[in-house]
T-cell receptor, first 116, second 109 residues
Framework: SAVISQKPSRDICQRGTSLTIQCQVDSQVTMMFWYRQQPGQSLTLIATANQGSEATYESGFVIDKFPISRPNLTFSTLTVSNMSPEDSSIYLC?????????????FGEGSRLTVL | GQNIDQPTEMTATEGAIVQINCTYQTSGFNGLFWYQQHAGEAPTFLSYNVLDGLEEKGRFSSFLSRSKGYSYLLLKELQMKDSASYLCAVPDSNYQLIWGAGTKLIIKP
């Protein structure tokens, strides 16, 4: 298993500003992901955070809007840039600590952002 | 392409049994996950099925039929704390999880 600490847990932000979310894991993990969950909807994968290289973004998400850092195997950050009300959502960090391709995912507590 | 369908909402009574269905369409199959998500919280892992049949884990059981592209989550002896959304997810060809929209389960006394 893995214990994931995510902060901030919630924040209220002004339009046009940027916010960085931090994700700290209690063990080294290869696979780390950032998800978004908009109100009443399921999880959408933003990107895979790769240690030592650029993140791999899913369709509809770009580095300029969601820059990601992954300096080591236990830590990552996601920045939501130039925020608009449409970015109001829960952002979740998740990791797959198991060996092999189909291990379960563990999630951080989530960061609930409200953009005014 | 990938597609996952599950009911949007279900209501059940405390102490009863409820079955939450999930149908999926995938190119290839790498197993199926069920997660529980309480309102305002992160999802937590419930089960993973890769072979056909029923797997029981306490009050919760999960069933899979690969030939039918079908799974269900069975919750017995329902408790109020079981009120949550239940998410079905399958890995795609790159082993990234594709998520269903979730089934919101409402438990009434």
């Amino acid at each position: 298993s893995a214990v994931i600490s995510q902060k901030p847990s919630r924040d209220i932000c002004q339009r046009g500003t940027s916010l960085t979310i931090q994700c700290q894991v209690d063990s080294q993990v290869t696979m780390m992901f950032w998800y978004r969950q908009q109100p009443g909807q399921s999880l959408t994968l933003i990107a895979t955070a790769n240690q030592g290289s650029e993140a791999t973004y899913e369709s509809g998400f770009v580095i300029d809007k969601f820059p990601i850092s992954r300096p080591n195997l236990t830590f990552s950050t996601l920045t939501v840039s130039n925020m608009s009300p449409e970015d109001s959502s829960i952002y979740l960090c998740s990791v797959k600590p198991g060996h092999g391709e189909t291990g379960e995912l563990f999630f951080g507590e989530g960061s609930r952002l409200t953009v005014l | 392409g990938q597609n996952i369908d599950q009911p949007t909402e279900m209501t059940a009574t405390e102490g009863a049994i409820v079955q939450i269905n999930c149908t999926y369409q995938t190119s290839g199959f790498n197993g199926l996950f069920w997660y529980q998500q309480h309102a305002g919280e992160a999802p937590t892992f419930l089960s993973y099925n890769v072979l056909d049949g029923l797997e029981e884990k306490g009050r919760f059981s999960s069933f899979l039929s690969r030939s039918k592209g079908y799974s269900y989550l069975l919750l017995k002896e329902l408790q109020m704390k079981d009120s949550a959304s239940y998410l079905c997810a399958v890995p795609d060809s790159n082993y990234q999880l594709i998520w269903g929209a979730g089934t919101k389960l409402i438990i009434k006394p």
